[in-house]
């Protein structure tokens, strides 16, 4: 691993390149089957104890709209994410939208700010905030794959769990050929973890 990549993923995924299912909603925001991708978070954490810390230790996080919450087109209500009054991130969290909404301030440190102007604009206000600090790219998946297909993306940490969901939101698609190097791998009960280093 680099001394200190500066923009990082670490997805979880299943064997068939799926990080949710299909069919997703309020109730089932990740899709029919794949809470059992996340087992190793929640079922086995002391075991992942270093997967579990990496996933909110970086300094500043970007995320997709459809991530956030479950409400498209224009904000309505006061949705404030899944994550109650406060959020695991603990640090500046920007969300792609193409809707304008105030920035929300959170329990915790978590600073939830919707940019409108495109993933680059995103990065740029991310790294601002991170000071110099490591950004993670949190997804989903088609916030993933715009990142890697814009070639921004230094490190892909994988979490690949023992599932087949068939169907879903997939990663890797449409990124065109990268270049990966591996640089580490570790087995636990629930999930392969992979790394990789994007080789430009």
Known sequence: MTANPSVVCHPTVSLDGFVAGPRQTLENPLGEGAERLHRWMFEDAEANQDEVAELVASDAFIMGRNMFGPIRGE???????????????????????????????????????????GIESALEQAKAAAGGGQVAIAGGASTVNQYLRAGLVDEIWLAVAPVVLGSGERLFEDVGDLALEPIAARHTRYAMHLKYRVVR
Not at 80 to 98: I, K, M, N, Q, S
Not at 104 to 113: D, H, I, R, S, Y
């Open 75 to 117: 904000w309505t209500g006061d949705w404030r994410g899944w994550w109650g009054d406060e959020p695991p991130y603990h640090a500046p969290v920007f969300v792609l939208t193409h809707h304008p909404r105030d920035p929300l301030v959170m329990q915790g440190g978590t600073t939830f700010t919707f940019v409108t102007d």
